[in-house]
């Protein structure tokens, strides 16, 4: 059982993952490491390596001070460092910044095992679960687990590019150790990033990971042309879904979370904003596959929430429960059973 928080004088930061929200979070953190007290200046960022034609990304965010590929037409600060070797990235680093699409965290960890500063404590970023042959786990459990140290969630109405324009947000960050919390609101608030913290990691992250189902029914309601009023119900449903399946199979949790940016904020944000809606409101459209339109639309960006769909009904599958939880259920059949879309007025009405 890990009590204490790991504190230290001077924190180092490392960004493990340089996605779309990566890039903006190394952006902010930055800027936040050099005005804030306690922070060393310097930022590895974690890049899992690719070729833009003939140059490495990560020569090119180094040269350019931009990812070009993930996050284009935004300067990066000349702290941040591009690293494509997971174990330089976090050498030294006190503080992990876990910001990788979900199905990558469990190999990211089988690489960083035993290789980390022993006053190591991290943060997921994440929006998923983890699968394994037994079942699902939370992102913060697979990171705690294999790195054996503590571990806060961040997670809130973010969507990476509006972020990256310093439009205002909110976001929330769940914390176990008081300490900690504090110390990461620290790190990440900004002016336009305002961050609330509350006593329940696995509230935030998991929040986070189910609006991504909720996201891809308000796509099919877009897609079938359907109307904002059908929209809202949807994301009142998803929500009280979301509430129901957390609280189900997790102990702890708190109402007031899903009243904080995590909950209803994100789940309205990712409804109208996200690239789960719109690839699903193209799913409609086009008939295309998922997999398909995630590489048509969006560059190499990974969608989360059909895996997720999946995820989560192999566990309501599993338990008999695909009547209490119709809007989950439908959304999963309509992606990977071929139900006709319309069902899914009919089957949360
Ligand atoms: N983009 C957003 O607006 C946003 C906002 C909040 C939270 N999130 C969450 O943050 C997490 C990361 O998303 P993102 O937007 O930074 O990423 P992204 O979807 O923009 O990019 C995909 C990333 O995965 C990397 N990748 C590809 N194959 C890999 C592999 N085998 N191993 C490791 N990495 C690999 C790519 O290099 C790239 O950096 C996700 O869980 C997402 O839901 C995203
Ligand atoms: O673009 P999405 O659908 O992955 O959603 C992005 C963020 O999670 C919104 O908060």
């Not at 979370?257 to 904003?273: L, R």
Request: with cysteine; net charge neutral.
């Amino acid at each position: 059982m890990i009590k204490e928080a790991r504190i230290v004088d001077v924190e180092k930061v490392a960004v493990i993952g340089s996605g779309n929200w990566g890039t903006v979070i190394a952006r902010m953190l930055g800027t936040n490491v050099v005005q804030q007290k306690g922070f060393d200046h310097e930022i590895k960022m974690w890049v899992f390596e690719e070729m833009i034609g003939e140059r490495k990304l990560t020569d090119l965010i180094n040269e350019k001070h931009e990812n070009i590929k993930y996050l284009p037409g935004i300067r990066i600060p000349d702290n941040i460092i591009a690293v494509s070797d997971i174990l330089e990235a976090a050498k030294d680093a006190t503080i992990l910044v876990i910001v990788i699409p979900h199905q990558f965290v469990r190999d990211v960890c089988d690489k960083l095992k035993g290789k980390i500063h022993p006053k190591a404590k991290a943060i997921t970023l994440v929006k998923g679960f983890d699968t394994t042959e037994t079942g699902i786990r939370p992102i913060s459990h697979v990171i705690k687990e294999a790195l054996k140290i503590p571990v806060c969630s961040l997670s809130g109405a973010n969507l990476a590019n509006e972020i990256a324009e310093e439009k205002f947000s909110e976001t929330t960050i769940g914390y176990k150790n008081r300490q900690e919390g504090e110390l990461f609101k620290r790190l990440f608030e900004t002016k336009y990033f305002k961050v609330g913290i509350v006593d329940d990691v696995l509230g935030v992250e998991l929040c986070g990971a189910l609006k991504n189902v909720v996201a891809i029914a308000a796509g099919i309601i877009d897609g079938l042309k359907l109307g904002d009023n059908t929209k809202a119900a949807v994301i009142r449903i998803g929500l009280l879904e979301m509430k129901k399946y957390i609280k189900m199979f997790y102990k702890g949790i708190k109402d007031e979370t899903f009243f904080e940016s995590c909950g209803i904020a994100d789940v309205i944000t990712t409804c109208y904003g996200g690239r789960n809606r719109k690839a699903a409101e193209a799913f409609i459209i086009t008939g295309k596959s998922f997999e398909q339109l995630e590489k048509e639309l969006l560059n190499g960006q990974k969608l989360q929430g059909t895996l997720t769909a999946k995820e989560i009904y192999s566990v309501l599958n599993r338990k008999g429960l695909e009547k209490e939880f119709p809007l989950f259920t439908t959304v999963y059949r309509i992606v990977f059973e071929g139900l006709d879309p319309h069902n899914i007025v009919e089957d949360i009405a």
